[in-house]
């Protein structure tokens, strides 16, 4: 389907030079971040049983929204009161510091090289409790500094310095980057946008993820219109669903990467 490749093209371009958009911050008392605030309580109870300090947000192929789902949800658990770090591990096209407007000179991959410490790369927000660490440089070699002992060791660096670390991470069944990130967080949530993702696709992301025993929490379905799902809220622009182990839930997820 050329008109598809297209589109996603345009999103992917599109999130690379601008980033994506922030709306839990823009508006926040706004529908759309009452329905992030709705993913996150559902997300909390998904895992009432532990405490979940490091989440993975992917989505089996690029341009399905994984980047607006993941800077919006570390967004609104800021919010909430919770400090939370931000990730950018997509390092072969990384968006946080556009979507952000902070500098990309050092992060994730100067530390991962060993060129500095863990204080140096965290960047400070205009969201309070939220903080972020930047791809860096894109390196020659992202899936073996992600695979390494020092990825290990911020893991449980950050882990003393927060109450929860969101990485957004690349597309599953493009790189094995997210398969190496799964297994180290402690939950994956996969981001599949509705008429766009393959179902053979998102298929095989979560089989890749099960490889690697990863603790998928569910999948969050986005771009969903009244159209498509029947409609809701009286039949007005509908977001998308969370699908996790106990519950559902509407939230909105834009056009991005």
Known sequence: MAWLKRRKAKLDN??????????????????IAEQFRTVRTNIQFSAVDRQLQSILFTSSDPSEGKST????????????????????ADLRRPTVHRTFGISNRRGLTTYLSGHVDVATIIQPTVVDNLAVI???????????????????T?????ADQCDLIVLDSPPVNTVTDSQL??????GTILVVPQGIADKNGVRRAKQLL??????????IMNRVTAAKSGGYYGGKYYGGNYYGGK???????TDDK
Not at 69 to 88: E, F, H, P, Y
Not at 154 to 158: G, I, N, Q, V
Not at 181 to 186: F, G
């Open 154 to 158: 911020l893991l449980k660096e950050l």
């Open 69 to 88: 789902i993941s800077n919006n949800m570390a967004v609104t658990w800021a919010k909430q009161g919770t400090r939370v770090i931000l990730v950018d």
């Open 247 to 253: 519950g559902y839930s509407g939230y909105y997820g």
């Open 14 to 31: 599109t999130s690379l030079r601008y980033g994506v958009g922030l709306v839990t911050y823009s508006d926040p008392k706004g529908q």
């Open 181 to 186: 990130l799964a297994a180290q967080v402690d």
């Open 210 to 219: 099960e490889t690697v025993h990863a603790n998928i929490l569910g999948a």
């Open 134 to 152: 930047t791809s860096g440089p894109v390196p020659p070699n992202p899936a073996e500094l992600l695979d390494s002992d020092r990825f290990k």
